[in-house]
């Protein structure tokens, strides 16, 4: 072979590199695109061209045995079938709603999503807000910017976080980072999951409603699956009570977001820290008005080290597959 | 007008000394009037010195609301008094030299409020590293649908935290941001014994290690703008500072130069210089969060302070041991 200057590795790619088909730029490859740089794969990145993409991966996908998704790419059984040699499929994101579980399994093809990576992140934020809506920390910067100290008298008195009980829907790793934080501030955690976990020290209950009836405040910490989607509706928000906050940092979806708007503006909910909305980026304008919620624009999990740490794993997840290794955060089925 | 039941003469006298600009939160009257004959010189159309005066052979005991400045002249006209009741977390405002001096006991309201403060100080450091206040701004505007995602914020596991003055509020402050999994450092009139963190002699040096200071300490001559240009300086340019202590600990002026040119990544402030006055620079900042002084502000609080002025002003009558003496050294 007559020696050629070396390459860009995306202008030619050589046989022995194998593709990893992306539809669609997660974020995280926006953001950090020189962290997929390997010499184990390389990306097939199906954006680029100016064809559909049903007809780009007919033509080109074929013989594509990974692909890396996000939720603006999600794999559906049509995409599946598109991709006859697809073996894993690798999401950025810890959620994994965007993608056809059944159908994969069904076909035996592996799922690994940035488990783990975003828990503390999470944790912290979710936290945050519910501080945030109890203590009204928002409200009282914009009390303070909007000139009305002292000028309205006495800000008004917000709630103790220390003896209330704090339901966590879904105890993951999510879930019980934020356990392990609301303990600290005296709180009494209980939860709901799918099945109790046998290392939970904490008060399990089979439903969210019932978990509802007997706490202060609910944090939404599960997977958006369809037995989750609008979990969180009315009469949940009832029996959580007038006084009742909700937060939620997993997925809009998972609450009746037009019946939580309901409640809260008819004050049967005490109030609501979200960082997740039904259809992001456009939230109810009645929440727009309300002081008693905080609004956070999907932002508050992520961190630039959750990022990166997201991309490593993402990262070593398929160069463990092309190296025919165990991979690192397989979805396993509970 | 006295307008309390006659049988309220037989009750001890408690003289109330109260600023008209106090919030309503420190002062319980009604609870207050079930124990105690109050003399208030607020509710008489006498002039304040010469009601002092009159009442003083009578006066044992005193009930400062919330900030109400105390100082030694006040204390000169009250010959009789052995009590000054405190109802805000700081005592700043009373002069503790002249109690020393005089023997009469000062107690404190700290205990009351150390979780609630404590909470607030971590509600107000994620705020800050998340740009949550900034972030529910940036929603309510219209601009996530108009502009797109908003700026990534920073982590908070894993940071260090400085925490300056270890007492029952910086000691609440610690074990909520261990379980974030921060690790703690703290500076303190002297090192605390079987305290599991770091201590620095100097606020300077904890500053160095330090990516966050958690203001908790009170208000003395020697820690008034503890906080200053150095010690910013140390903290560096992604250091973030939140104050729930007192104004006066940090050099506001220099602390709002440092924000508008960048040189510290953030502020959480509960507290100012000259309350109720808040610099303006800091109104339109992202990574500035600013509170009314309310981090005290729970009912749960207003019980806890209402039971321990009224306990400790109960014990002094009954000559019982004080829940909570101040030491003044």
């Known amino acids: ?334 | 007008m006295d307008s309390q039941p006659f049988l309220a003469k037989t009750f001890p006298p408690l003289l109330v000394l109260r600023s008209p600009s106090v919030p309503p939160f420190f002062f319980f009257k009604s609870q207050l009037q079930a124990h105690f004959h109050l003399l208030d010189p607020l509710d008489s159309s006498e002039p304040t010195h010469s009601f002092l005066s009159r009442h003083a052979p009578s006066v044992l005991a005193l009930l400062c609301v919330g900030a109400t400045p105390i100082s030694s002249e006040t204390l000169s006209l009250l010959p009789s008094l052995k009590l000054v009741v405190a109802s805000s977390a700081g005592f700043d405002h009373i002069d503790l030299q002249e109690c020393r001096r005089r023997g009469i006991t000062v107690t404190t309201a700290g205990q009351a409020f150390s979780e609630d403060v404590a909470d607030f100080a971590v509600g107000l450091l994620i705020d800050v590293l998340r740009r949550m206040s900034a972030g529910d701004r940036y929603v309510r505007s219209g601009s996530w649908v108009t502009k797109g995602e908003y700026p990534l914020g920073a982590k908070l596991s894993g940071k260090r935290i400085g925490i300056v003055g270890l007492g029952r509020i910086g000691s609440e402050v610690a074990k909520r941001l261990v379980a974030f999994g921060c690790s703690i450092a703290y500076c303190s009139r002297k090192e605390k014994p079987l305290v599991p963190y770091a201590y620095h002699s100097t606020v300077d040096e904890l500053a160095k290690k330090s990516d966050a200071l958690i203001l908790c300490s009170s208000l003395t001559k020697e820690t008034h703008h503890m906080i200053d240009h150095g010690v910013m300086e140390a903290l560096g340019k992604e250091g973030v500072i939140v104050n729930v202590g007192r104004g006066g600990l940090v050099d506001e002026k220099e602390l709002v130069k440092f924000l508008v040119q960048g040189q510290i990544g953030g502020a959480g402030l509960d507290v100012y210089e000259d309350e109720p006055l808040v610099p303006q620079e800091l109104f339109a900042m992202e990574n500035v969060v600013l509170a009314p002084h309310a981090s005290v502000y729970t009912p749960e609080s207003s019980t806890a302070l209402q039971e321990l002025v009224i306990g400790n002003l109960k014990a002094f009558f009954s000559n019982e041991p004080l829940l909570s003496a101040a030491q003044l050294e």
């Not at chain 1, 999951?193 to 008060?203: D, E, G, I, L």
Request: contains cysteine; charged residues 20%; hydrophobic residues 45%.
């Open chain 1, 1 to 334: 072979m007559e020696s050629q200057p070396p390459q860009e590795r995306s202008e030619q790619p050589t046989k022995e590199v194998p593709h990893v088909l992306v539809m669609k730029p997660p974020p995280l490859l926006t953001l950090f695109e020189d962290k997929f740089i390997s010499t184990k794969f390389q990306l097939l990145k199906a954006w680029e061209s100016t064809l559909p993409l049903d007809q780009f991966l007919t033509a080109y996908a074929g013989s594509v045995r990974a692909v890396l998704c996000s939720g603006a790419s999600p794999i559906t059984p049509h995409i599946i079938q598109l991709l006859p040699s697809l073996q894993l499929v690798v999401t950025a994101s810890a959620g994994t709603n965007h993608i056809d579980l059944n159908e994969c399994r069904r076909l035996g093809i592996a799922v690994t999503n940035a488990a783990g990576v975003f828990s503390d992140d999470a944790a912290d934020a979710a936290v945050g807000l519910l501080i945030d809506v109890l203590r009204k920390i928002s409200a009282a910067h914009r009390f303070v910017r909007h000139r009305l100290w002292p000028a309205t008298g006495d800000y008004p008195l917000g709630s103790k976080l220390g003896g209330k009980r704090v339901g966590i829907v879904g105890l993951g790793s999510i879930g019980s980072a934020v356990a392990k934080r609301l303990e600290a501030f005296g709180c009494t955690v209980l939860y709901n999951s799918r099945k109790p976990k046998p290392w939970a020290p904490y008060p399990f209950y089979s439903n969210v409603h019932e978990l509802a009836v007997d706490s202060d405040a609910l944090v939404v910490c599960c997977g958006l699956t369809a037995e989750t989607r609008h979990m969180i509706n009315r009469q949940v928000m009832v029996a959580l009570g007038k006084q009742g906050i909700i937060v939620n940092v997993a997925r809009g979806a998972i609450i009746d977001e037009k019946q939580m708007v309901e409640c809260l503006v008819h004050g049967e909910i005490g109030g609501a820290g979200l960082d997740v909305f039904e259809n992001e980026p456009n939230v109810p304008k009645e929440l727009l008005e309300l002081d008693n919620v905080v609004l956070s624009p999907h932002r508050a999990v992520f961190t630039p080290e959750g990022f990166m740490a997201a991309c490593d794993q993402v990262v070593a997840n398929l160069e463990a597959f092309f190296e025919h290794k165990p991979l690192l955060s397989p979805l396993i089925d509970e």
